[in-house]
């Protein structure tokens, strides 16, 4: 469990921010209820933070793999 003042990653958008409580999961109410409520439309891909689409998809190509393959391959 979270302590406060502890760095968390929010689940929902990836944003890093400080626990406020021990029971944070969310940066915000948003993403709290977005994770809840959030339609197909609106589900983003999830990346690693700092790599654009184009460079993971560059460097997929490099590694003779499709895009999916590659980001399920590397856990991104
Ligand atoms: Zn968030």
Do not use: N
């Amino acid at each position: 469990m979270a302590k406060i003042g502890d760095t968390l990653v929010c689940p929902v958008c990836g944003e890093k921010f400080t626990a406020s409580s021990t029971r944070q999961v969310y940066c915000s109410s948003a993403c709290r209820f977005g994770s809840k409520f959030s339609s197909p439309h609106e589900k983003k891909k999830r990346r690693a933070p700092g790599y654009t689409i184009e460079e993971i998809s560059r460097a997929a190509r490099r590694a003779g793999l499709s895009y999916g393959d590659y980001v399920a391959r590397v856990g991104l």
